[in-house]
């Protein structure tokens, strides 16, 4: 049987009515989507959240509801705790431990996506239900650290900065085991050439401790623009559906990690049409989805 991809999809508490939307319809009209991929995970964070790292958190929604809804459809729910400079003080957060406690009960194994080992530990000892993954604000660019940390038990999964994502000579060499572990961050924006893309995330990580940090100055020369899926599209560290079936998996990858959380419905609904759905069913979905009157999609 032919590999699959599993995309693990942005937004578990920010973008809930658009999922909720599309959840039906990718249950209901499975024939409007590619047969080789599936939805791994849905990812997140709630906003204010103090473990948070990578983006802000936008997301208003409540967990309850978010915890029914991937269960309902038995999707594994990923929470976004990439903070790199959490202290000891930091574990007994009461809103982040809540969420640990309703999230590891999901009859479908839900993960946590870290940068922190202190948090790592934590969680290890607090929620043995939890699945861990190694999150790509450690900004791994050398291949061998990319080598070391897929040696890491602790984690299921590991995302390498995305400047890796076509370092195919030491990528194909890498053993099967190794291989499973990988999952591709397949559309950033960030400049390739960026020198500061770690103390941007800590940037972000200062924030959510409610520390007082300046704001991160990006140097890109397209910084002013914003995320634009079409300039995404052309960073030579790009990976589209063509590589994803063409390249990656006849090379044993299997997952594929969809960024956006600090974007619009929108452009989370293109990617949906982008990388899951066939193109003569994309009309079709982007009707009933534009046409739902509950979404607030811009």
């Given at each position: 049987m032919a590999m699959k991809a599993y995309y693990h999809l942005p937004g578990l508490f920010e973008f809930y009515e658009l999922y909720r939307a599309f959840?039906?319809?990718?249950?209901?009209?499975?024939?409007?989507?590619?047969?080789?991929?599936?939805?791994?995970?849905?990812?997140?964070?709630?906003?204010?959240?103090?473990?948070?790292?990578?983006?802000?958190?936008?997301?208003?929604?409540?967990?309850?509801?978010v915890a029914a809804l991937l269960r309902e459809y038995g999707i594994s729910a990923r929470l976004t705790f990439s903070n790199s400079l959490l202290r000891k003080e930091h574990l007994a957060d009461p809103r982040c431990n809540a969420l640990c406690a309703l999230f590891e009960k999901s009859a479908v194994p839900s993960g946590v996506i870290l940068c922190s080992d202190l948090l790592l530990e934590?969680?290890?000892?607090?929620?043995?239900?939890?699945?861990?993954?190694?999150?790509?604000?450690?900004?791994?660019?050398?291949?061998?650290?990319?080598e070391e940390e897929?040696?890491?038990?602790?984690?299921?999964?590991?995302?390498?900065?995305?400047?890796?994502?076509?370092?195919?000579?030491?990528?194909?060499?890498?053993?099967?085991?190794?291989?499973?572990?990988?999952?591709?961050l397949c559309n950033e924006c960030c400049w390739f050439e960026c020198p500061d893309r770690k103390a941007c995330y800590e940037t972000v990580c200062r924030k959510n401790l409610g520390e007082d940090s300046p704001d991160h100055v990006c140097v890109s020369p397209t910084a002013g623009r914003g995320y634009r899926f079409s300039d995404a599209m052309a960073n030579p560290g790009f990976i589209g559906i063509g590589e994803i079936r063409n390249v990656y998996l006849p090379a044993g990858f299997s997952h594929f990690k969809i960024e956006g959380r600090s974007l619009g419905s929108a452009v989370i609904l293109e990617f949906l049409l982008?990388?899951?759905?066939k193109p003569e069913h994309q009309l079709k979905l982007r009707e009933e989805i534009y046409l739902d009157s509950t979404l607030d999609l811009f």
């Open positions: 959840l039906p319809l990718y249950r209901e009209h499975r024939e409007w989507f590619y047969d080789w991929c599936e939805i791994g995970s849905i990812y997140g964070a709630p906003a204010d959240c103090l473990w948070g790292g990578g983006r802000a958190g936008f997301g208003e929604e409540e967990p309850e509801r934590e969680l290890q000892r607090r929620y043995p239900g939890f699945y861990f993954v190694s999150s790509t604000t450690k900004v791994l660019t050398e291949f061998g650290e990319l897929l040696d890491r038990d602790a984690f299921r999964y590991v995302v390498p900065d995305f400047r890796l994502n076509k370092a195919f000579d030491r990528l194909f060499a890498l053993s099967p085991e190794r291989k499973r572990k990988v999952e591709f982008y990388y899951m759905t």
